[in-house]
C-alpha cells in the first residue's frame, strides 16, 4: 500500500538556499492562530456539537470543490449524496469508496493538498486512499468522529481558530451566534456576515417574497422603496450588533452605476409587481451595490465583493441538485470602468474598506492591484475558489506585490464549508507565503528580517486590519 505523504517542505522553493529561508519564515507562522475572516461554516454545527454523522458528510457532500472534480471524472452526483442530506451508512460508504477509488482525479489540485493534510494530520491516515483500502479508512475516520476529540467544538480549539466569519442571510434572527456568544466553552470569536444579493436582484423569480421576509424582520414595511433601504439599513446594523463586520456581495459583474432616485423607485415599485424588465432589474442592481457602498460608510462594515461567476452553468445540474455543487463557471470581469463611479463618490472615505475579490486572474496586474495601489479605501482580496491554488496565489503575490504593496493584500481567506479544511488551507497559504517572501530576500530585494515582520503581518495583523478586526 501506497505511503500517504505529507512533506514537511510541501510548497516550500525547491533551491536549497531559498528553501531555508521559507523554513525561518514559515516556522514563525505555523502555529499562529487561524483568523477566517470569510468562509461558509454552519455555525449550528458548533452550536449542536453533535458528532459529525460520518467520513462522506464531512469530507464529500458540503465540498463543491470535491464533487466537481469527481463529476467530471465521470461520476454522478447523486452517488455522491450531493443535495441527499444525512445518508444511511451504505450510501455514505459507497460516496466514500468512489472518492477513493478516483483518487487519481485530484492529482495536481489543490484539493488533493488540503486531503492530504487532513487525513494525516487530522485523522493519522498515513496510506494513500484507493479503492483496496477505501472501507478501512472510512471505518478508521468513522471510529474517530464517534469520538469526543472530533466532535465539533474539540476540532475548532485544536485547529486554533481565533475567528471564524459564517456568510448569513440578513433576515437571519442570528440566534446560533448569540448561542455561541454567550457560551463559556466558545473562545474563538464566531461572527456572522451580511449577504444581502438575493435581496438586490429583482430578477429572481423569489424576490419579492424575500422582500417581504427582510421587511418582517426589520419590522419594516416595505411596500416603497424607502421603507426596503430602511429595511436593509436596521438590518445591518441588527448584524453589526451581533458582532458582523462586513457585509459581502457575488454578482454577475462589478458595475455600480446610480440611478436619479424616481427611477429606482419606479422600478422597485415595478419589480414588486412582477413587471420589471431584465433590464430594469440589472440597473436596479448596480444601482444598489452604490447603496451598499454608501451603508458600508455609513456604519463600517467592510465592503467584499466577488463578482464574475456564471452560476449554475448546467441547467439540468440545478434543477436536480440546486446550487452550489459545483456548476459555476467564471466569466472575465472588468473592474476599472465599473466601479469608477463608485469609487468616485466613495473611494476616499475614511470609513470604507472594499475588498475586490475575483475569479478572473488577468484582474490582478490589470485591474485590483492599481486599484488597491491609488485609492486609500481598496484591497485586493486573496485568491479564492477557482484561483486558491499554488500557481495563482504566486501569480497575485508577485501581480499585487510589485503594483500596489503587500500592505494593500487582504491576507488569506478560506472562503469554505468544509470545516476540517480549514487548517490544510491557512497552512497552504501561509507556506506560500513564506516561500514568495524568501524569495525576495534571496534575491535581495527584502531583508530577512523584513520578510519574518510582513509574513507575520499578512498571517496575523492583515486580516484584522483589513476586516476592522
Not at 381 to 392: E, H, Y
Request: aromatic content about 8%; glycine content about 8%.
Amino acid at each position: 500500500m501506497a505511503t500517504l505523504t505529507v512533506h514537511p517542505d510541501r510548497l516550500l522553493p525547491a533551491e536549497p538556499g531559498v528553501r531555508d529561508i521559507a523554513r525561518r519564515l514559515y516556522a514563525a507562522v505555523r502555529e499562529l492562530p487561524i483568523v477566517s475572516p470569510h468562509g461558509h461554516v454552519d455555525p449550528r454545527i458548533l452550536v449542536d456539537d453533535a458528532p459529525f454523522a460520518d467520513p462522506a458528510s464531512l469530507f464529500i457532500q458540503p465540498d463543491h470543490y470535491v464533487t466537481r472534480l469527481l463529476h467530471a471524472g465521470g461520476v454522478p452526483l447523486d452517488r455522491l449524496g450531493v443535495g441527499a442530506g444525512p445518508m444511511p451508512e451504505r450510501r455514505a460508504r459507497e460516496a466514500w469508496r468512489l472518492l477513493c477509488g478516483n483518487w487519481h482525479l485530484l492529482r495536481g489540485t489543490p484539493v488533493r493538498y488540503w486531503f492530504d493534510s487532513e487525513l494525516a494530520e487530522t485523522f493519522g491516515v498515513r496510506e494513500r486512499p484507493g479503492a483496496e483500502n477505501a472501507d478501512a479508512i472510512y471505518d478508521r475516520i468513522a471510529a474517530q468522529l464517534a469520538g469526543p476529540a472530533h466532535r465539533p467544538r474539540a476540532l475548532l480549539r485544536r485547529f486554533g481558530i481565533e475567528v471564524l466569519a459564517t456568510t448569513d442571510d440578513p433576515a437571519d434572527d442570528l440566534e446560533a451566534h448569540a448561542r455561541l456568544a454567550r457560551d463559556p466553552e466558545i473562545t474563538t470569536r464566531v461572527i456572522p456576515t451580511f449577504r444581502p444579493d438575493r435581496y438586490l436582484e429583482p430578477a429572481r423569480p423569489d424576490w419579492a417574497d424575500a422582500v417581504g421576509r427582510l421587511g418582517a424582520a426589520a419590522d419594516t414595511e416595505v411596500g416603497d422603496y424607502g421603507g426596503y433601504l430602511a429595511a436593509l439599513e436596521r438590518r445591518r446594523r441588527y448584524f453589526a450588533g451581533h458582532g458582523a463586520v462586513s457585509a459581502d456581495h457575488g454578482h454577475a459583474d462589478a458595475v455600480a452605476e446610480p440611478l436619479e432616485r424616481s427611477a429606482a423607485e419606479r422600478i422597485y415599485r415595478w419589480a414588486l409587481a412582477g413587471k420589471a424588465s431584465e433590464a430594469d432589474a440589472t440597473a436596479f442592481r448596480r444601482h444598489m451595490i452604490m447603496e451598499m457602498a454608501r451603508m458600508s460608510c455609513d456604519d463600517g462594515l467592510v465592503m467584499t465583493l466577488h463578482p464574475g461567476v456564471r452560476r449554475n452553468h448546467h441547467p439540468g445540474t440545478f434543477a436536480r441538485y440546486g446550487a452550489d455543487v459545483g456548476a459555476d463557471i467564471p466569466v472575465a470581469t472588468e473592474y476599472t470602468d465599473a466601479l469608477r463611479p463608485l469609487l468616485s463618490r466613495f473611494g476616499t472615505h475614511p470609513n470604507l474598506h472594499l475588498v475586490l475579490f475575483t475569479v478572473d486572474p488577468d484582474a490582478f496586474a490589470r485591474e485590483i492591484a492599481p486599484l488597491a495601489g491609488f485609492y486609500p479605501s481598496v484591497y485586493a482580496g486573496a485568491p479564492w475558489w477557482f484561483l486558491d491554488s499554488p500557481a495563482l496565489i504566486r501569480r497575485y503575490q508577485e501581480s499585487v506585490a510589485e503594483i500596489a504593496g503587500l500592505a494593500r493584500m487582504s491576507g488569506f481567506i478560506d472562503d469554505t464549508r468544509a470545516f476540517c479544511s480549514i487548517p490544510a488551507r491557512h497552512d497552504m497559504s501561509r507556506r506560500l507565503d513564506a516561500g514568495f517572501l524568501a524569495g525576495l530576500v534571496a534575491a535581495h530585494r527584502l531583508d530577512e528580517d523584513e520578510a519574518l515582520d510582513a509574513v507575520t503581518t499578512l498571517v496575523a495583523e492583515q486580516p484584522r486590519r483589513v476586516f476592522k478586526l
